[in-house]
């Protein structure tokens, strides 16, 4: 089993900026991708930010030149610096890691979420 345990989400005013952690602990023998997703109210879940350890990291197109994601990967985190945040940014925020673990075919994991406001 791998767990996650998400931080830093809060209430943010417009134009304003947040830093969300995921550090993951655990059954981990390698990580193949750690990345944010968020779900506004009245929506699908919507991928944020996706870095693999090899090849490109994504964005989505919302969020491209205003949100960086990074990893720590000596501690197994993965962050997402928040900025310029708008109102429609207003969401909870998941986390998601991408492990191998002691059987074969890679496993999905989620983290509770983290909820950002922010308020106009």
């Known amino acids: 089993q791998v767990q996650l345990v998400e931080s830093g989400g809060g209430l943010v005013q417009t134009g304003g900026s947040l830093r969300l952690s995921c550090a993951a602990s655990?059954?981990?023998?390698?990580?193949?991708?750690m990345g944010w997703y968020r779900q506004a109210p009245g929506k699908q879940r919507e991928l944020v930010a996706l870095?693999?350890?090899?090849?490109?990291?994504n964005y989505a197109d919302s969020v491209k030149g205003r949100f960086t994601i990074s990893r720590d990967n000596a501690k197994n985190t993965v962050y997402l610096q928040m900025n310029s945040l708008k109102a429609e940014d207003t969401a909870v925020y998941y986390c998601?890691?991408?492990?191998?673990?002691?059987?074969?075919?890679?496993?999905?994991?989620w983290g509770k979420g983290t909820l950002v406001t922010v308020s106009s």
């Open positions: 998601n890691v991408v492990v191998s673990g002691s059987t074969p075919g890679p496993k999905f994991y």
């Open positions: 870095m693999p350890t090899s090849g490109s990291t």
């Open positions: 655990g059954s981990i023998f390698s990580i193949y991708a």
